[in-house]
């Protein structure tokens, strides 16, 4: 399964973004959907999730309050609508996805739980 990762770009603080990540392909063992972002110099780091079935949604301390993931189950695709922008949130954004059976091995917020991943869209904040 490809991942595609949409929308970023450069815009400034206080703007908001919409990104999108579609699969290139139905998959419909997919449990959870994630978006991670890896600024310059920088380990990648998790932003938010969402559970496919049942939408349920986990956020860094970061983004709390600022960002909203959500899915469409119609069009396939997630969304990470990201509002009040700062700089501190210039990074790449990647989304992955956790299509394992069975419950999560290493927790929804890590890295290793997601098996596919997209090639990430640049969002740029200036201050």
């Known amino acids: 399964v490809q991942l595609q990762a949409s929308g970023g770009g450069l815009v400034q603080a206080g703007d908001s973004l919409r990104l999108s990540c579609a699969p290139s392909e139905r998959t419909f063992s997919t449990y959870a959907v994630g978006w991670f972002r890896q600024a310059p110099g920088k380990e990648r780091e998790f932003v938010a999730t969402?559970?496919?079935?049942?939408?349920?949604?986990y956020y860094a301390d970061s983004v709390k309050g600022r960002f909203t993931i959500s899915r469409s189950a119609a069009a396939n695709t997630a969304y990470l609508q990201m509002n009040s922008l700062k700089p501190e949130d210039t990074a790449i954004y990647y989304c992955a996805a956790d299509t394992t059976l069975g419950s999560p091995t290493y927790g929804l917020s890590h890295s290793k739980e997601y098996d596919h991943w997209g090639q990430g869209t640049l969002v740029t904040v200036s201050s």
């Open positions: 969402i559970t496919w079935r049942t939408g349920v949604t």
